[in-house]
């Protein structure tokens, strides 16, 4: 299976339609997470649900739609955001874009098999503030 990027127009479905369903759990998922961060021109408060694995010192997020998101450049822009998984909340801050592999060295326990296979070519790494 190739390396693959999901198209920008179901990013753009899932940003009006689909993240405002997921949000109501992705809270408490496994591999899901809401992250909240502030526009960086808008100043506007954002909740966006990801799909998020555990590191030794915070989490990695799939770039499934690839590097060029907004909640990265938010994230980047404000020095941080934070983010909920399992029903707690902790800030993350350094934002490290790298490749799918390099990232599947950071993640831990069971699931990293899983990320090293997931079809996408990038992550981001976020250090627990």
């Known amino acids: 299976m190739g390396l693959m990027q999901l198209p920008q127009w179901l990013a753009r479905f899932n940003r009006h339609v689909t993240n405002p369903i997921q949000r109501m759990w992705a809270g408490w998922a496994p591999?899901?997470?809401?992250?909240?961060?502030?526009?960086?021109?808008?100043?506007?408060?954002?909740?966006?649900?990801?799909?998020?694995?555990?590191?030794?010192?915070?989490?990695?997020?799939?770039?499934?739609?690839?590097?060029?998101?907004?909640?990265?450049?938010?994230?980047?822009?404000?020095?941080?955001?934070?983010?909920?998984?399992?029903?707690?909340?902790?800030?993350?801050?350094?934002?490290?874009v790298m490749s799918r592999d390099e990232a599947s060295a950071h993640v831990t326990g069971?699931?990293?098999p899983v990320f090293a296979r997931l079809p996408f070519e990038s992550a981001?790494?976020?250090?627990?503030?």
């Open 124 to 129: 981001v790494l976020l250090r627990r503030g």
């Open 31 to 96: 591999t899901m997470g809401i992250l909240e961060h502030i526009g960086r021109r808008s100043g506007k408060h954002y909740r966006t649900p990801l799909t998020v694995f555990s590191t030794a010192d915070g989490v990695a997020v799939l770039l499934t739609y690839g590097p060029d998101r907004d909640w990265l450049k938010n994230l980047t822009a404000a020095g941080g955001g934070t983010m909920r998984r399992y029903g707690r909340t902790f800030p993350v801050t350094e934002p490290q």
């Open 110 to 112: 069971m699931m990293r």
